[in-house]
């Protein structure tokens, strides 16, 4: 993950578990490390994405299909709404806000 990730004061995750919001490049790294040390599998499938850009920030809009499996527990899958906020650096492309929610059922 942390190559995916600007290393910038200002970036943000906001998770489907979260209470708070995960502000700066140091914390992010943490709310990760945190999310990978709970669960022995974390994937997430897209789906309904759009995509948008003005050539310095691009954000992606969609759905994502989750599924954890808890160090102990039965297995996890829920579907989240999702943005990503992208910020173009040189020729890279670097997150800066991961924002995902369940969906209600």
């Known amino acids: 993950m942390e190559a995916v990730w600007a290393r910038k004061p200002y970036v943000s995750v906001v ?5 708070t919001r995960t502000l700066g490049y140091e914390a992010v790294v943490k709310y990760w490390a945190d999310a990978f040390a709970s669960f022995s599998k974390m994937s997430a499938q897209p789906a309904n994405t759009q995509i948008q850009t003005d050539g310095k ?3 992606v809009v969609g759905n994502e299909v ?9 297995p996890l899958k829920f579907e989240t709404f999702v943005t990503h906020v992208f910020e173009k650096d040189g020729d890279r492309w670097l997150l800066v806000s991961h924002h995902a929610q369940m969906v209600p059922k």
């Open 15 to 19: 998770g489907p578990r979260s209470r």
């Open 57 to 59: 920030l691009a954000w």
């Open 66 to 74: 989750a599924e954890l499996q808890p160090e102990s527990g039965a």
